[in-house]
């Protein structure tokens, strides 16, 4: 979504201030350059619940999302938007340092590199449901909006960086405005040399020319600072996000709240502040897969300031205290329900379908569990001797008749309900081979002991391999009697 915000004037502002507001404006930002991890959406689930605390008492309030895609596309920026692809970096690499809404889309499907990170990255966010209304930097300045904002930077350039310089030691800045030089395109390498009269000398330094030019037919962009003093006024911002950096002493906020007072009109919004995240290099690119968006926007919400270093122990401990279904946490639901779900999961519609889908590769991701029940093959079975079948479907049935039991009296609710199945089996003087049978029978060659597997696989898969193991038993014993039943087995183990 996007749209053309009214312009504010300057001279307007100090009444405007004062008039009540029926409207409120939040500003978040992104250079569109690549995609990024999950660390960036921060920012906008922080903005997404501003939006929504400040909605009853504002009336109408809008979140934009501030693309500033005048920016240059750098180096590195290009490696992680093509994933490192040597080829694609070779064919790119003459577009480094121009602005990145005037480049060519890497996969050739948007009429820029911009505009195709930018459709990207609100996929994303709608994914969580944030949906953010985009303003442009390139098509604002294209369109003049801050053409008064730069007339009156360089009508008093000279002083503008003087002022910077004594209020802001030491802070400096090199050149207010980025010129896009003339000669090849690059708004990252011009250094403006002198304002004189009107003119303008910069200096390219992939061109290694000393150009001039009326200001007024520069092509280019405010340096940050001031571009965010301009815009706070130009877009009548009331509220924006900034990480904590952006809020130290000699910060961009402070900085460009001082430059907005002084020069662009007054407007300065009222900060909100997030922490920065550290995310394990083994969970980039996965937490939008493994966390329902409900659970996503909570682990960046919560706490706002707060810095995280998201980890898989991080992950655990933090989703033993966000509830899912029926009052379970997310965790407990994968440890107790998932499995019991899967087994089906084909009848399951909507919020629950959806949750369950994210519980496992959740557990998959986090626990190295692939939580998949598998019915038992013809392959599988035939691979097993017909005396350990019988030995293992009366192991079975026992077990499933003890479980349906203990629903009804719960005694098996005790600390040592393990010991019944245990001592049950030890009780029989089973072969070892019929424990790697019935290992075999559950897809579960690995894991928890067989006395577990069986006081803790679902019922219904209890039941349904029983049923599996006898199907195939009476189409044996029909062969060894001269006919066949006809049996239907699938090509490859069932998964649930």
């Not at 004594?166 to 030491?170: A, C, R, S, V």
């Not at 706002?304 to 898989?312: A, M, Q, W, Y």
């Not at 049978?437 to 559950?442: A, H, I, K, Q």
């Given at each position: 979504?996007?749209?053309?915000p009214p312009?504010?004037h300057?001279?307007h502002?100090?009444q405007?201030?004062n008039?009540?507001?029926?409207s409120?404006?939040?500003a978040t930002?992104?250079?569109t350059s690549?995609?990024?991890?999950?660390r960036t959406?921060r920012?906008f689930i922080i903005g997404?619940?501003?939006r929504?605390?400040?909605?009853?008492a504002n009336?109408n309030?809008?979140?934009?999302l501030?693309?500033?895609?005048?920016?240059?596309?750098?180096?590195?920026?290009?490696?992680?938007a093509?994933?490192?692809?040597?080829?694609?970096?070779s064919r790119?690499?003459e577009?480094i340092?121009r602005?990145?809404?005037?480049i060519?889309d890497p996969a050739?499907?948007?009429?820029?590199h911009?505009?195709?990170?930018?459709?990207?990255?609100?996929?994303?966010?709608?994914?969580?449901?944030?949906?953010?209304?985009v303003?442009?930097t390139?098509r604002s300045?294209?369109?003049g909006r801050?053409?008064?904002?730069?007339?009156?930077?360089?009508?008093?350039y000279?002083?503008?960086k003087?002022i910077?310089s004594?209020?802001?030691?030491?802070f400096?800045?090199r050149n207010?405005?980025?010129?896009?030089?003339?000669?090849c395109?690059r708004i990252?390498?011009?250094?403006i040399?002198?304002v004189e009269?009107?003119t303008v000398?910069?200096r390219c330094?992939?061109?290694?020319?000393e150009?001039?030019?009326?200001?007024?037919?520069?092509?280019?962009?405010l340096?940050?600072k001031?571009?965010?003093?301009?815009?706070w006024?130009?877009y009548?911002?009331?509220?924006?996000?900034?990480s904590?950096?952006?809020?130290a002493?000699l910060?961009?906020?402070?900085?460009?709240?001082?430059?907005?007072?002084?020069?662009?009109?007054?407007?300065v919004?009222?900060p909100?502040s997030?922490?920065?995240i550290?995310?394990?290099?083994?969970?980039?690119g996965k937490?939008?897969d493994?966390?329902?968006p409900?659970l996503?926007?909570?682990?960046?919400a919560?706490n706002?300031?707060?810095?995280?270093?998201?980890?898989?122990t991080?992950l655990?401990?933090?989703?033993?205290?966000?509830?899912?279904?029926?009052g379970?946490d997310y965790?407990?639901y994968?440890?107790?329900?998932?499995?019991?779900?899967l087994?089906?999961?084909?009848?399951?519609?909507?919020e629950?379908?959806?949750?369950?889908?994210?519980?496992?590769?959740?557990s998959?991701?986090i626990?190295h569990?692939?939580?998949?029940?598998r019915?038992?093959s013809?392959?599988?079975?035939?691979?097993?001797p017909?005396?350990n079948i019988?030995?293992?479907?009366?192991?079975i049935?026992?077990?499933?008749?003890?479980?349906?039991e203990?629903s009804?009296?719960?005694s098996?609710?005790?600390?040592?309900?393990?010991n019944?199945?245990?001592?049950?089996?030890k009780?029989?003087?089973?072969?070892?081979s019929?424990?790697k049978?019935?290992?075999?029978?559950?897809a579960?060659?690995?894991?928890?002991?067989i006395p577990?597997l069986?006081?803790?696989l679902?019922?219904?898969?209890l039941?349904?391999t029983?049923?599996?193991a006898?199907s195939?038993?009476e189409?044996e014993?029909?062969?060894?009697?001269g006919?066949?039943r006809?049996?239907?087995?699938?090509?490859?183990?069932e998964e649930?």
């Open positions: 979504m996007s749209e053309k312009i504010s300057h001279h502002n100090i405007k201030n008039l009540q507001k029926t409120c404006r939040i930002g992104f250079t690549f995609l990024g991890d999950e959406l920012e997404e619940e501003l929504k605390e400040l909605s009853p009336g309030v809008t979140l934009y501030i693309n500033d895609d005048f920016d240059p596309l750098t180096d590195r920026q290009l490696r992680i093509v994933n490192k692809d040597e080829k694609a970096i790119h690499r577009f340092g602005p990145i809404a005037e060519p050739g499907c948007h009429e820029s911009a505009r195709h990170f930018e459709t990207l990255l609100m996929q994303r966010l709608a994914h969580l449901g944030i949906r953010p209304t303003i442009s390139y300045y294209q369109e801050y053409r008064s904002s730069t007339d009156l930077v360089f009508e008093k000279d002083q503008i003087e910077l004594k209020k802001f030691h030491p400096t800045l207010l405005f980025r010129i896009k030089c003339l000669r395109g990252d390498k011009t250094s040399a002198s009269y009107g000398s910069y330094e992939p061109c290694g020319k150009l001039k030019q009326p200001y007024r037919e520069l092509v280019g962009k340096s940050w001031l571009d965010c003093a301009a815009r006024n130009i009548d911002i009331d509220h924006e996000t900034f904590k950096a952006h809020l002493d910060g961009s906020v402070h900085i460009s709240a001082f430059l907005s007072r002084e020069f662009f009109g007054g407007q919004p009222k909100k997030y922490g920065h550290t995310l394990s290099p083994d969970l980039q937490l939008l493994i966390l329902p409900k996503f926007k909570s682990l960046f919560s706002p300031n707060r810095d995280l270093i998201v980890s898989s991080f655990i401990e933090f989703f033993r205290q966000q509830t899912v279904l029926n379970l965790i407990s994968i440890k107790s329900e998932l499995p019991k779900k087994l089906c999961v084909r009848d399951l519609m909507g629950e379908a959806e949750l369950v889908s994210y519980a496992q590769t959740f998959k991701t626990f569990r692939d939580f998949r029940f019915l038992p013809e392959e599988t079975l035939s691979q097993i017909l005396t019988r030995s293992a479907m009366e192991v049935g026992w077990s499933i008749g003890t479980r349906n203990s009804k009296t719960h098996l609710n005790g600390p040592h309900h393990e019944v199945f245990r001592s049950y089996l009780s029989l003087h089973l072969d070892a019929i424990y049978n019935l290992r075999m029978l559950f579960q060659e690995e894991g928890p002991s577990t069986l006081e803790t679902p019922v219904e898969f039941s349904q029983l049923q599996a006898r195939f038993m189409r014993e029909g062969r060894e009697n006919f066949e006809e049996v239907h087995f699938t090509d490859t183990d649930f």
